[in-house]
């Protein structure tokens, strides 16, 4: 994270890295949702990795990517401290790629405060 605070309406910049387990021959879209303490979504910045620079497509086994994303938050965001949830979805489909343990995404430990 760039900070971990904002404000309502404001904008979160972060920077994810990736590893990639094995190649894919879909072209998957990153989410990155901000969650207010009750899990409602107050703030997204979906793309494409690298901004269509670096697509799932492309990526090589064991290959490490940084990928920066911008999360815009919604004018009536409450104050309070939030979570970032990230993942990735197939844009076709809608449908999110799970993890081994069954999740459809990773919600990080560093809180975020809007103030």
Known sequence: ???AETRSGGALDLTLHWQALASTDRPYTVFVHLLDEAGAVRGYGDSEPGDGAYPTTGWLQAEYLADRHTVTLTPDAPD???RVAVGLYDPV???RLKMPDGADQVVLETPVGVK
């Open 93 to 95: 489909t809608g449908a």
């Open 80 to 82: 309070g401290s939030y």
């Open 1 to 3: 994270l760039a900070s």
